[in-house]
């Protein structure tokens, strides 16, 4: 079984040479991305039906970034061109037998006359009817407009850019003011919002984590190292590179571009024993890493999905499984394949649902601190007040609830956050500040909503 980077979007030098001086028009403000009306007036050139534009964003766009790259866009003229030959659009012509890397690009009507009009450098700086360049009109029009002045969304052109302004604006400041990072998780770094989706192996040694991994690239990777013995002397996270090679856990820690930085916190003992093995591999580059590491075990009486299947180099010996034993097998190993290729496609809301939560619990720790800091007397008594706030926590937690309506299932484990409590003086927390409670609840009842909707398919 292999996973293979799906051939659509793959195109011959010639028809990449049209397709990047068509994506520069479409990109007027050339930040490399095409956006929502961006993308609908460029589109509207295929004279296209709207029902066919909109599945031709909802597969090119299939990760919900909210804008095409250069390599989405590539996909959009493919199924634009393969839509004016007839044929009917669907994600099933992804794994058709349509040889993507001759399909001719499509018809455009009108886009010559805007790809001279580019070329021609008299055209960029031409005065309105006012006598006003483009650049001044616009100017003007920020200085004297009556919309709100909230405008750090505005020029915002995928979600995840969006959940970093709005982390950094709204959701970070409340974190850092009642040391959220102490209690529940470290504070959010840009790598994080950036880093690709990942895929976590966990095992006992030699249940055949490595052996997974080697199957799923067909080849080795640096580092490698299987044996019957114990192999468990080390956390190894893979990933793409522009060669093979090892990096220690210490450097790769320190990279500020990569979404390790966090275990730093772990200290020099655990990342003396993580390292990182990168190396040229479509199948990284395209799907992300697969990771096994330390990470959150799931804690759910909830029955998780089991797969069964064979990932050794080896095929299916029908002879100890029978034939229905190796047709379960190989139905199972699709399956996970299938829902292995489906990660990146559902990182973004997956992404999004984190941000929620995290965001909800930040609130419900804000409260739990303001309302422990507005217990302490004023003078005398403050450590015989703050043992007794710890040793009665859950009453605490259940006046928290009741004063600010809070649905209990939100509130952090009571033995947990007693543990870290004790190491702090309820004395120096801050007071509850209901501005800073405002923005998180303003962003999820609004910044959020309209993020989505205003990245979302243009044709919707």
Known sequence: MEIEAPRIGSCSKEHQKIYKEWFDVADSDNDGRVTGNNAISFLSMSNLSRQELKQVWAIADSKRQGYLGFKEFVIAMQLVSLVQDGNELSHDILMGDVDFENVKPPKMEGLDELIQKKKDPSNSSKPDSDGNSPRQASITTQWFSSKPSKRYLSNVTSIQDGLKKLYTRKLKPLEVTYCFNDFVSPLLTNSDFDAKPMVMLLGQYSTGKTTFSKHMLKCSYPGVRIGPEPTTDRFVVVMSGTDERSVPGNTIAVHADMPFTGLNSFGTAFLSKFECSQMPHPLMRIYGALMWSLGKVLNTPEVVRVYIGSFNEKPVNEGFTGPI?????????????????????????????????????????????????????????????????????????????????????DFPDVENFKEVLRGYSFDRFEKLKPKMIQDVDEMLGYDIPNLLKTLRNPYD
């Open 325 to 409: 034993g190796k047709a379960l097998f190989e139905k199972e190993q699709e399956d996970l394949l299938t829902d292995l290729k489906d990660i990146p496609k559902k990182a973004c809301d997956r992404r999004i649902n984190e941000f929620v939560k995290r965001a909800r619990a930040a609130k419900i720790h804000a409260y739990i601190v303001g309302h422990l800091k507005k217990e302490m007397p004023t003078f005398i008594g403050k450590a015989k007040t703050q043992q007794r706030l710890t040793d009665n926590l859950e009453e605490e937690f259940v006046k928290v609830q009741r004063d600010y309506h809070l649905p209990p299932g």
